[in-house]
């Protein structure tokens, strides 16, 4: 039974009056019957209605059942066509099977039952024809959108990636090592980038991958720490399904995947000198082995290698291959610290702030001038990871619209700046009295806290334990008051 809401329509094709009454009476019952007692006129209900099959007579006197379906097949091949005859062994029938594309042929005298079986597969058949065509046209549109969707990723990652969007001052010291990797990048040359860990080594290696000829082909990164020796082979070279405990399926490794690309090995001095015999026949052959095959693979990859440590001291202490590093160092980038570019501290404050404000959807004005000159005094031993957790918590705890010193970690905040000529002191009385000594300490401190309770002084004073009285005493002693810092930026008019 056909169990679609809309009843499937039928076209009944005889030119015998009797006949077509017959078969509209039978089919009735589950179908939309249209009759014809003409081929013109069957062509004429086709061209204004859709229809399932059609159930068409061979013997008619303008022309053969055959012919009417061939021409129906050619202007609606999807729907289904049967013939109905008594003749059984005609020529023209059998030949119009594979013409016309003829379903079925029905003789007569037919059984209604046999012919309601019929009629409902042709008619299923039907709606499967269109139900695939859709399911064609949506996977040939998605695949489309797919690939418009990755096109623009690409473009996306492409524009984030190049080197004059790194986020830096006019200044900063890192112009020179960009313009450096803006020359390198498009050669086929293994770059090992250097520098303490947070400082943004991997965004530099994507750099390079996405300012090279490569920028089509993948970018793969894996961290090569602290991993055993068993599991970076898998990861790195892939394995067969069975050749070690876990191996369920066969793996295909990143030098595999990143075929045509680049890959991104971080931290690889922490690599075993074993794995550095493998890792350098890798570079040598360009080739790989899965673990537990016999079969070499041909693979072209860049490599890009990364480390915090001093590669050519590993070397010198036989830590690491001499070889090994002549092969990933063919261009060494070094990138500084964060507290050796400071100036670069507001610029990727105000940067990573856009980025957390959309991830947390919570809107600010900005930092105060306070904030960002605390920060920019504080050395980040986390480098540019460190700044960016911090800022994030800063939007997290923030009640205000602007971002005050007040919300900095203690350890930040106690890198409070001071002005130029109290450094001085600072630095000129290190052999002075214990009392001198005292007193700058204790200087400090009253900044520190001042900033942390916004220049407060009675929430100062309780957490110093001083009376109000005893707070303004030693303010007025060493001058200290509230820096137009510590207020919000003023807007242009």
């Not at 594979?98 to 299923?124: F, S, V």
């Not at 290698?305 to 001291?313: F, H, I, K, P, W």
């Not at 630095?427 to 204790?442: C, F, N």
């Amino acid at each position: 039974m056909i169990t679609s809401n809309k009843r499937p329509t039928v076209l009944c094709v005889d030119d015998e009056i009797r006949s077509l009454e017959t078969l509209e009476r039978t089919l009735d019952e589950e179908f939309d019957v249209l009759t014809a007692s003409s081929t013109d006129e069957a062509l004429n209900l086709l061209q204004h209605n859709q229809v399932h099959a059609i159930l068409c007579d061979q013997r008619m006197p303008d022309k053969t059942g055959v012919e009417l379906l061939t021409e129906a097949r050619e202007r609606w091949p999807q729907t289904a066509r049967l013939i109905l005859s008594g003749y059984t062994d005609s020529e023209d029938i059998i030949k119009g099977l594979n013409e016309a594309g003829i379903l079925q042929y029905i003789t007569k005298p037919w059984h209604p039952d046999n012919l309601l079986l019929i009629m409902r597969g042709a008619c299923r058949l039907f709606e499967l024809q269109n139900e695939n065509e859709l399911l064609a046209m949506e996977m040939r549109l998605t695949e489309g959108q797919a690939e418009q969707q990755l096109s623009e990723k690409k473009e996306r990652l492409q524009q984030a990636f190049q080197l004059d969007e790194i986020q830096r001052h006019e200044k900063s010291p890192l112009n020179e090592l960009c313009n450096q990797a803006g020359k390198i990048a498009p050669y086929d040359v293994s770059v090992l980038v250097t520098g303490p860990s947070g400082a943004g080594k991997e965004l530099f290696a994507r750099a390079l991958h996405y300012n090279s000829l490569r920028v089509d082909k993948p970018f793969v990164v894996e961290n090569c720490g602290a991993m055993p020796d068993e599991l970076l082979a898998s990861e790195l070279f892939g394995h067969k399904k069975g050749s070690f405990t876990g191996a369920i399926t066969d793996h295909v490794g990143l030098f595999e995947q990143a075929d045509g690309g680049t890959i991104f090995l971080d931290e690889i001095g922490e690599i075993t000198p074993a794995f550095q015999v493998k890792l350098l026949r890798v570079l040598q052959e360009r080739e790989v082995r899965r673990i537990g095959e016999h079969q070499r693979r041909k693979v072209n990859v860049r490599i890009i290698a990364s480390t915090n440590r001093d590669l050519e001291e590993e070397v010198r202490a036989g830590r690491f291959r001499q070889d090994l590093y002549f092969r990933l160092a063919e261009v060494t980038l070094e990138l500084p610290s964060l507290d050796r570019r400071s100036v670069d501290i507001p610029v990727l404050a105000n940067s990573f702030l856009d980025k957390a404000m959309q991830d947390f959807d919570k809107p600010v004005k900005g930092f105060t001038d306070e904030a960002l000159a605390c920060m920019s005094k504080y050395y980040w031993p986390g480098n540019v990871r460190e700044l960016q957790n911090e800022v994030r918590r800063m939007l997290v705890l923030a009640e205000d619209e602007w971002l005050t010193a007040d919300l900095l970690s203690p350890r930040v905040l106690r890198a409070a700046p001071m002005e130029e000529a109290e450094e001085t002191e600072l630095l000129a009385q290190l052999d002075g009295t214990l009392k001198d000594r005292v007193e700058i300490l204790e200087k400090r401190i009253l900044r520190e806290t001042l900033i942390r309770h916004r220049w407060n002084k009675s929430s100062a004073s309780k957490e110093l334990g001083l009376s109000r009285v005893g707070l303004r005493s030693k303010l007025e002693r060493y001058e200290l008051e509230q820096s137009s810092l510590s207020h919000p930026p003023e807007q242009p008019q």
